[in-house]
């Protein structure tokens, strides 16, 4: 009985855990909540609550997806899916598996993926005999169907979601659908059907409060009351979609009304109020791009925070786990965990440290040298080997926080603006911020020299006016050992001085800038160790007392320099290895493996970088879709399947040459981002040409749709360009089939 007891009370104790980390992470405190979670999940691996223990790894992937962890959010799922089949009795739990899973690979871009996971979802609801949950399923399943380009196959699935919420007033599941359905119709150019969708789903929203939907189902009332001509219909829903996106707070919500505002004032000749539109647009606009920015600051920290607990977690179980042991077996493995973790701590230095110098000093170089100035000057100082030493890797991290600032000041050749110099200075109170909060020395040093080092002697410094003894002295040595350097380095801004004259300058603003005690210091350290070669240094020390004869100081002096010159020969081989592999990692990075085109990645950017800000030359992006893909793969195999998209790609490249750039944005799809708008008896050459290439390939028949959508015709938004040139692509993949019943490549 009392065991029972116990139970009990351990089970009251794991809900309170589950509550308290459920409630961190709809705060927004992921790197707590995650911290919970791992800690419920240590205790439950040797429980006897399976469900618990299933419930704590569903649970735990929701904050990795919402970090871009797709992988380990994958994991955490899979494995609580092979828990959930090792039980006797299926479980309520297996269907939320398979939605989360389906939801994850759906984020990561695994469509196809995604799409068996929810087929196993609606069966799991079926066998549950839940017809909420059977609606959910086949609701999710005709989404992801929809953004795989399958739309026969999505109607089908949210034809049956619709029924079953409509029989059961799902009402929230209703809006969803309808709001699909409209999308997918609208795509096929059936715009009445949509606009009978559309305006459905806005009475289930008006009825239900949804203020969400009744958003969605405005803005596709306005964007298809503009393309029936009614722009006086489709300003007015425009309005109040806006106006209830700013009541609610919601950017991206504004970003799609004033997006359709502009084109709806733009054809009614309204030219004052589409720029008033577009304004308010670009601003909002940056004002997002602000949040995500900061967001991913956010998640790096979180990330960061969340792996330097996981190893001390881990070396507290090592260290649990060892004291049943002999002391002196216990103390050598936590030794050796610990200087695991030193190694891992200083790596994460290095690379972040190379990361925030990238972009203004692409070899990290300069952050290895203000390290070791300020290490040889703590050694004049009297410092230990070991203190000077972690002073030389905490100093790498001073300009951590430049990774937060914009390339178009970071980088600008003119001097800052006001506004400009204020977002600069703000590099160390974020540098700061990222390194607070930990235990370790080294970061503590970090932190405290990322916020002090562009403080001043006199108190004119930032970002808290310290002076004199008040700033730290970690801090006035990396602020001197940092200047010199940039004094004698060619910026984006300026000339590289001489050794001679930025120490001149050093010790001219002793007492100013400088502290004066340190600056008599480091004025011989900086000296001399720009006299010096490192290669060199202390290879005497202690061995050679008397003065060499003149022909043995010959032959020394005739190996140093052959030395000097095999050295330099490597380092050279190695800095260009470096520069190879680096432009490797980029192309690989941006180009897909099976095509050798340009990735969904690469397209991203380059359309971004075309299409904002307004104003640009305008151009044309054109979609491409293999048809009958899958159907190869299925008959003939997947390396036919690839064979049909390298012969693609290779058709695409050929037709498109000296027109624009070809990209693999994913499976069977492609697109073209062209140089100028392209008519389309351009396009239909173009298309021909690709063709005859393919037909000379051995694939008579035309396999392919495609769509278009021109910049800033169609759209200004980078996102709006490819969906539309999608749905236009569709409406071309459904025309074909109409004219063609037996599909190709069958």
Known sequence: ???????????????????????????GEIAESLKLYHDLLSGLEKSPFALDLVRCLINISGPYADL?????????????????????????LEFAVLVNLARVKSLSGEHESAIDVAHQARESAEHLGDPHKLAFANMNLGEFLLSAGRPAEAVTHLTRAFTLSDEHDFRTIKISVLGSLCALHEGLGQYDLAAAEAQQALTLALEAGSAEGEIEARIALGRLSMQAGDLT????????????????????????????????????????????????????????????????????????????????????????EVEQEAREAAEQQVLERT????????????????????????????????????????????????????????????????????????????RLTPDEFRQMQS?????????????????????EIARSHHER??????????????????????????????????RPYKAAWTTAEALREIQAQAGHHFDPGLVAVAADVLASLHQEDSLFLNLYDGQQSEPLAEGEASHVLAVFEQLLVERTRELELARREAERSARRMERMALTDSLTDLRNRRAFEQDLEGRAAP??????????????GLKRLNDTHGHSAGDDL???????????????????????????????????????????????????QAGYPDRPFSTGAADYPADSGSAGDLLRISDQRMYRDKVLRRQQRPVQPLE
């Not at 970002?463 to 004094?487: E, S």
């Open 1 to 27: 009985m009392s065991d029972l007891k116990g139970r009990s009370t351990e089970h009251v104790a794991i809900q309170i855990d589950f509550i308290l980390a459920r409630s961190k992470y709809e705060r």
């Open 68 to 92: 871009g962890k797709y992988e380990v959010s994958i994991g955490y799922l899979f494995e609580a899916y092979k828990k959930i089949r090792s039980l006797p009795e299926r479980s309520t």
């Open 233 to 320: 219909q489709a300003e007015q829903q425009l309005l109040q979609a806006l106006e209830l996106a700013r009541t609610r707070e919601t950017p991206k919500e504004q970003v799609l009304a004033h997006e359709q505002l502009v084109q709806v004032y733009r054809l009614s000749d309204r030219l004052e109020l589409a720029l008033e539109h577009a304004d308010l647009l670009r601003t909002l606009e940056r004002s997002i791009f602000d949040t995500d920015r900061d967001r991913q600051i956010r998640n790096l920290t979180v990330l960061f925070e969340v792996e330097r607990a996981q190893q001390e977690a881990q070396l507290y179980r090592v260290r649990s």
């Open 339 to 414: 200087a695991e973790l030193a190694r891992a701590q200083h790596e994460v230095v290095a690379r972040l440290a190379i990361a925030a110098e990238y972009r203004d000093d692409t070899t990290g170089e300069h952050t290895r040298r203000v390290g070791q100035a300020a290490a040889r000057i703590a050694r004049a100082l009297g410092w230990s080997e070991t203190q000077a030493s972690v002073l030389g890797v905490a100093a790498r991290l001073h300009d951590v926080g430049k990774i937060a600032i914009p390339d178009a000041i970071l980088l600008k050749r003119g």
């Open 427 to 447: 590099h160390t109170v974020i540098g700061s911020r990222i390194l607070s909060g930990s235990r370790s020395a080294l970061l503590t040093m970090a932190e």
């Open 457 to 490: 002697w006199d108190g004119s410094g930032y970002p808290n006016g310290l002076a004199g003894n008040d700033i730290p002295l970690t801090g006035r040595i990396v602020a001197i050992a940092d200047v010199f350097d940039a004094l004698i380095q060619a």
């Open 614 to 627: 307004l104003g640009n030359t305008p151009f044309t992006v054109l979609s491409l879709d293999v048809d």
């Open 645 to 695: 998209l390298s012969a693609v790609a290779a058709a695409l490249t050929a037709a498109f040459t000296g027109h624009g750039q070809a990209y693999r944005i994913g499976g069977d799809e492609f697109a073209v981002i062209c140089e100028e708008v392209m008519k389309a008896a351009d396009q239909a050459r173009c298309l021909d040409v690709m063709a005859q290439h393919l037909h």
